[in-house]
Nanobody, 118 residues
Framework: QVQLVESGGGLAQAGGSLRLSCAVS????????MGWLRQAPGKEREFVAS????????SYADSVKGRFAISRDNAKNLVILQMNTLKPEDTALYYC???????????WGQGTQVTVSS
């Protein structure tokens, strides 16, 4: 069972940057995919970015391509989301999540709030 704890959210101005971290504990597998999803008030939860635990292959939502970067540090068991050129529409509760490849996101952190002011 994998446990996930997010940190690093907060308030930023439009055009600014924030860095989110996800501490991963428990048993991980090479087939794990780690990701970030977000949910804005009144909206559905949406995919932001993902990375494979073994090879580090990444995937991004179109809305964040070129602005956000996901990475992982296997030695420190961290998953990082570097968010640059932030927009007010990036305001949301950001969740770190894990899945076995090809399955649903089934493990979640508690979420960290990101608020971007215009």
């Amino acid at each position: 069972q994998v446990q996930l704890v997010e940190s690093g959210g907060g308030l930023a101005q439009a055009g600014g940057s924030l860095r989110l971290s996800c501490a991963v504990s428990g048993r991980t597998y090479s087939s794990n995919i780690m990701g970030w999803l977000r949910q804005a008030p009144g909206k559905e939860r949406e995919f932001v970015a993902s990375i494979t635990w073994s090879l580090g292959s990444t995937s991004y939502a179109d809305s964040v391509k070129g602005r956000f970067a996901i990475s992982r540090d296997n030695a420190k068991n961290l998953v990082i989301l570097q968010m640059n050129t932030l927009k007010p529409e990036d305001t949301a509760l950001y969740y770190c999540a894990a899945q076995q490849a090809g399955q649903e996101w089934d493990t979640w952190g508690q979420g960290t709030q990101v608020t971007v002011s215009s």
